[in-house]
């Protein structure tokens, strides 16, 4: 696995408070089952912790507002480039991995 904070696969950030944006390819890819539903989400797998698929995104400014507002809820987020876009990705503590 490539080390998801090479600068080399990090873009410029504008700002202090932008959250960085990841290569995808960069982190490692999975299913997740929350414990309230059987049906598998698409997730990845970092520093030990799963982030559940929340949404595509066209635009990086508006990744980043809909990710400082869930920072702002006190979640963890995490964003990553796409050949397309930018995909927001959410820390699910009580999900496990999909069998």
């Not at 999975?30 to 912790?49: N, R």
Request: aromatic content about 10%.
């Amino acid at each position: 696995m490539v080390n998801a904070l090479n600068p080399e696969i990090l873009p410029p950030q504008k700002s202090a408070n932008a959250v960085p944006v990841f290569a995808q390819k960069a982190l490692d890819r999975c299913h997740i089952i929350f414990p309230d539903c059987e049906q598998p989400t698409s997730a990845i797998f970092y520093e030990q912790q799963y982030y559940a698929y929340v949404k595509f995104f066209a635009s990086s400014e508006k990744a980043q507002e809909v990710a400082q507002r869930l920072i702002g809820k006190g979640k963890r987020v995490i964003l990553t480039r796409v050949r397309t876009g930018i995909v927001l990705w959410i820390h699910e503590p009580e999900a496990h991995l999909a069998k």
